[in-house]
């Protein structure tokens, strides 16, 4: 957050680029360098299955698992898990994160709200989330409702806290240039606190996204009949290790996959910013 | 425009920061506001543009007395202020609340005035001090102000630079005859761009003495006049 005053910075229009041959360019894009530690992670892991040092029934090799992933997707039940886990983090997402920006707001705009309004927060913040668990599913039952709300709450803090902190980090001086317009209230709002805070807010977003993730799991676990939480269930229930494994390596693609797209976000949103070049 | 400041005090927490200023300024007249750091000039300016409301005393624009922010005035900050989500041509437009089409035209002008043509779609991070200051100067003209208040515009560039948009503000009164009220702690700068000079001094700052320069401008740096000038204003100080 410390970009805010840039103008006494002279900085270079384009970054400098090290000049390097095509082929060593290749070798160090990121995407092979970051997939150097797991590509030899997965050949040791096969290697010592096939080998027979680690036994199957407590860890498939890799190749048995994308197998499990496969045979689900041929018999069309994958699609259907995936699918409805899916839809619940992004509905829980998408309540907990409206229900963040407009309580982060007024708590941010407004010190009395703060005062009236943080301390509670703070305190609800403190309850471990699996704790509500049994009154969401006694309040909303099994369904739907119940697995969305916990969500929700799950993805609400880090974003209440992300935007609470952004608004409040906003630089008065950029706010006085808006009041010599005469602007009001809400126009300091809209044209200047809220973009201001945005990088914050964006912050907040991606964990609030990872935190959606997890309480996904937890909800999914309590009780549901599809889901990939549902086949973690299934996988332990019947001494499946390659079920809970291929689960968890869906997990972690679908994790993946959502936070890259809100980077994708950010750095479409923030491409302002004055960021720091590392070599 | 014309500018009346009386018996201007503002305390803060019981210490008082400047007491009982008072003077006027003509229309298209310069006038410069100088003193050592401390002595309240800045406290003063924000009083006179209505972003600082807690002052004892009357200001008033036009012979209206007027204690808020007044849209017609226009306030050049020390650092540039620009908006680092927007580019060039959106901090310029920033204040503007004209049709889109109508806002970019003037946006446009103004960046032409400035020097800065062809620098449209760079974003602040992109730009040098001096330029990003240009920018500033011309997000403060697009409202066609009739008083701009400049609090030490110029004073964290380099001294080339610094001639180059003293130069630029001489060039924008001499086509808009706005009339500025500028604060610095600049003697040279206020010789050259200032038409009187209201010496502040002290802690509370009170009125000094005041300096009329009857050179006219474009006037030469260095000149024997000036630093005649020069000369009784550090005597004035005591420097």
Known sequence: MANHQNGNTASLPFPKVKKASPFKKAMFHPFIVGSILPVILIIVWEALSRAGVIPAYQLPSPTAIVDKIIELAEKGTLWGHVGITTYRIFLGFLLGTAAAVIIGSFVGFYNRVEQLLDPMIQAFRSIPSLAWVPLFILWMSIGEASKVALIAVGVFFPVYLNIVSGISGVDRKLIEVGKMYGFTNFQLVKRIILPASLPSFLVGMRSGLGLGWMFVVAAELMGASQGLGYLLVVGQNTYSPDLIIASIVLFAILGKVTDALLKRLEYKALHWQDRLERS | ????????????????????????????????????????????????????????????????????????????????????????????????????????????????????????NYYPLELSGGMAQRVAIARALVTSPELLLLDEPFSALDAFTKMQLQDLLLKIWSEYRSTMVLVTHDIDEALYLCDRIIILTGQPGVFKQEFVIEEPKPRRRGSQQVAAYKERILKCLEL
């Open chain 2, 1 to 120: 425009m014309s500018l009346m400041v009386k018996n201007v005090t503002r305390r803060f927490n019981g210490n008082t920061a400047v007491k009982n200023i008072s003077f006027q300024t003509y229309k298209g007249e310069i006038v410069g506001l100088l003193g050592t750091s401390g002595c309240g000039k800045s406290t003063l300016l924000r009083a006179i543009s209505g972003l600082d409301e807690g002052y004892e005393g009357e200001v008033s624009l036009n012979g209206n007395a007027v204690r808020n922010v007044n849209t017609n005035a226009s306030f050049i900050f020390q650092e540039p202020r620009l908006m680092p989500w927007l580019t060039v041509k959106d901090n310029v437009s920033f204040g503007l609340s004209e049709k889109k089409q109508e806002k970019g035209l003037k946006a446009e002008r103004y960046i032409e005035l400035v020097g800065l043509k062809g620098y449209e």
